[in-house]
């Protein structure tokens, strides 16, 4: 029986094994469900047809109880980037500073959909033993699965959970405005954040009157598959955050906003508190180094056509 993520509960106590369908976070949440609810790790098999970088959750905490962890993260984030010599090198500064996850330290990820995990998550995902890496499904059987690379011998009273399903669809190469004359075109213009992007962009509808203006605050910023599509893509998303820090206006209303996670963060910073200044200073600082290195590693792997 093959499943959508959704009938899991239901579905899962009738059964004594369980095959995962997929790559990204619903499979990563779908594994950890699993083992929290008392499947035997050995009993799970996981069909991972790329690897994939993974952020990690401990730099993404709201509130100014975490401001060392996400604003200096960010930092960290922006120092990493300026200083990368290639994109490989740009994916092993970031593991090494904990910013980027995998699963196999034997293992390059091919893969970067911005799944975002803890490192208590990634423990538990390394307790299942059978990952299946030979390419991606062609068709299940009743006691087989058929695979790019092979095929693999299922257990009986078997579960297959299919979690193949894209949330956002990479569009690297697109060209389309947000704003034109007779159109918006809803689109990311900050990475992995499409509901602040909405709001955003309904903000600059209501209140900015020049077409030109409303472009240049709004570059598309497409969704990933690879790192490589990372770097490309923050090259569209660090311009909008530097354009929309020259307004006379949008800073308030990005530091009002909840959906904005570092704005609010930054600016309730007491100029007295000296740890938390240092770190907005080193934010800056690395901040136009990042736009400008990353304007170069983008420029040395251009997007695919199509």
């Known amino acids: 029986m093959c499943i959508p993520p959704n009938d899991l509960t239901r579905a899962a106590p009738d059964y004594e094994h369980f095959t995962i369908l997929g790559a990204g976070k619903t499979a990563i949440d779908t594994i950890v469900w699993l083992l929290a609810h008392g499947a035997p790790p050995e009993r799970i098999s996981w069909v991972l047809p790329r690897d994939s970088w993974l952020f990690n959750r401990a730099y993404f905490q709201p509130g ?33 500073t904990g910013h980027w996850l995998r699963l196999d330290s034997e293992v390059w990820p091919g893969m970067f959909h911005g799944a975002t995990v803890s ?19 062609q068709r299940i059987e009743l006691d087989k ?37 007779t159109k918006i075109s809803l689109q990311m ?33 497409p969704m990933t598959d690879t790192a490589e599509d990372w770097v490309r893509g923050q090259v569209a998303s660090m311009s ?22 570092l704005s609010k963060m930054v600016r309730s910073a007491r100029e007295d508190d000296t740890d938390k200044q240092a770190i907005i200073s080193s934010l ?8 400008q290195n990353v304007q170069r590693l983008a420029a040395m792997t251009p997007a695919k056509s199509g």
């Open 240 to 261: 909008n955050q530097y354009t929309w820090s020259q307004d006379n206006d949008l800073p308030t209303w990005l530091a009002d906003c909840r959906l904005d996670l």
């Open 119 to 137: 490192e208590g998550e990634l423990e538990q995902l390394r307790r299942v033993p059978n990952i299946i890496r030979q390419g991606h499904v």
């Open 64 to 96: 100014n109880a975490f401001f060392t962890e996400t604003v200096g993260g960010i930092a960290q984030l922006f120092e990493n980037v300026a200083a990368a010599n290639s994109i490989e090198d740009l994916c092993l500064r970031m593991e090494a």
């Open 284 to 291: 800056l600082e690395n901040s136009g180094l990042a736009l």
């Open 189 to 221: 213009v900050r990475m992995y954040q499409p509901t602040f992007s909405a709001a955003l962009i309904a903000h600059l509808e209501v209140n900015v009157q020049d077409l030109a203006t409303k472009k240049k605050m709004t570059q598309a910023v």
């Open 145 to 181: 699965i058929y695979l790019d690379k092979g095929t693999v011998i299922c257990e009986p009273r078997t579960l297959f959970i299919d979690c193949t399903a894209r949330g956002i669809a990479p569009g690297i190469g697109n060209q389309t405005p947000v704003f034109s004359e």
